[in-house]
Nanobody, 122 residues
Framework: QVQLTESGGGLVQAGDSLRLSCAAS???????MGWFRQAPGKEREFIAR????????YYSDSAKGRFTISRDNAKNTVYLQMNSLKLEDTAVYYCAAARALTATHEASYDSWGQGTQVTVSS
């Protein structure tokens, strides 16, 4: 079992940048870490994933160009750098762990953090 803890969320203005962190601890069996977000009244949305071994990345269409996922294996931490934030980026952001290298669906991820709130104001 892996425990995931997100941090770095907060209140920012449109156009600002923010970096989220996800610290992993415990027993590892996952190959991939992903970031999701969920806005009020909407389904949880896949943002990006990264593999632990090679750092291979994959982004949703909405994330590419503004968001960057990365990892620091020595710190067992993954990051989500968010630039040019928009009002529609307001959501609770979750990190998650999966075993499938191609995982993009919520059901493919076995372990989840508690989430961190990102609020973008105008």
């Amino acid at each position: 079992q892996v425990q995931l803890t997100e941090s770095g969320g907060g209140l920012v203005q449109a156009g600002d940048s923010l970096r989220l962190s996800c610290a992993a601890s415990g027993s590892f069996s996952s190959y991939v870490m992903g970031w999701f977000r969920q806005a009020p009244g909407k389904e949880r949305e896949f943002i990006a994933r990264i593999s632990w071994r090679f750092g291979s990345t994959y982004y949703s269409d909405s994330a590419k160009g503004r968001f960057t996922i990365s990892r620091d294996n020595a710190k067992n931490t993954v990051y989500l750098q968010m630039n040019s934030l928009k009002l529609e980026d307001t959501a609770v952001y979750y990190c998650a762990a999966a075993r499938a290298l191609t995982a993009t669906h919520e059901a493919s991820y076995d372990s989840w953090g508690q989430g961190t709130q990102v609020t973008v104001s105008s």
